[in-house]
Structure formats: C-alpha cells, structure tokens
Nanobody, 125 residues
Framework: QVQLVESGGGSVQAGGSLRLSCAAS????????MGWFRQAPGKERESVAA????????AYADSVKGRFTISRDNAKNAVYLQMNSLKPEDTAVYYC??????????????????WGQGTQVTVSS
C-alpha cells in the first residue's frame, strides 16, 4: 500500500533551519506531484509548498516564500522541504501529500490522494 513517511521535524529557535523529508513507497513516485501542508493548533490545515512530478514547477504560500524550498529526488522516492529563517508562527504539524493528478501542483487538500502521518515542527522565540 502507499506510505508517506515524514521525518526531520523538531524544535528550533527562531531564525534557525530544519529540513523535512518525506519518503514514499507503494507508488510510482515520479508520477505524483507532491505537496507539503501544515496544521497549527486550532487552525485549519494549509498548503505550504508544492512541486510538480518532474520537479520543474513549484508553488509556495506567501507566508513562506523566500524562506522555504521544496525539492524532490525521484530516484530516491523522496520530497524535501528546506525551511530557513524559521519563525514561531511556523510551528505546526507538517504533512506531505501525493496527488494522483499528474499535471497538478497540489496546493489544495482535495487535490491530494495520499497523506503522511505528519511531523511536528516547533519554533521558539
């Protein structure tokens, strides 16, 4: 079955960096556009970044533009989120997701067919 497993979360001070990874199995990874979403306590889940199946196209939430970078390695069945200049408001559970629509850049939850279990990111001031 399809599995998406996030790793790399943790606690960091404001201004610090983290790199999240998402390892995929049970699917032909290169066929799937991928997205990173996050959910803070008491808030709805929101899109952070997304990437096309080839990696040539990306999209970012305005709140993370210039600070976060999404990338993928189709040979390793993995997608990454490099997070720099972290702020306390970036504190959330971060999820990776896969879209079954090959030509999408998934920034909406309904575009995603498979989800990971999430990894916690906590940024202290």
């Amino acid at each position: 079955q399809v599995q998406l497993v996030e790793s790399g979360g943790g606690s960091v001070q404001a201004g610090g960096s983290l790199r999240l990874s998402c390892a995929a199995s049970g699917l032909t990874f290169s066929n799937y556009p991928m997205g990173w979403f996050r959910q803070a306590p008491g808030k709805e889940r929101e899109s952070v970044a997304a990437i096309s199946w080839s990696g040539s196209n990306t999209a970012y939430a305005d709140s993370v533009k210039g600070r976060f970078t999404i990338s993928r390695d189709n040979a390793k069945n993995a997608v990454y989120l490099q997070m720099n200049s972290l702020k306390p408001e970036d504190t959330a559970v971060y999820y990776c997701a896969a879209s079954g629509s090959r030509y999408s850049i998934p920034t909406k939850e309904y575009e995603c067919d498979f989800w990971g279990q999430g990894t916690q990111v906590t940024v202290s001031s």
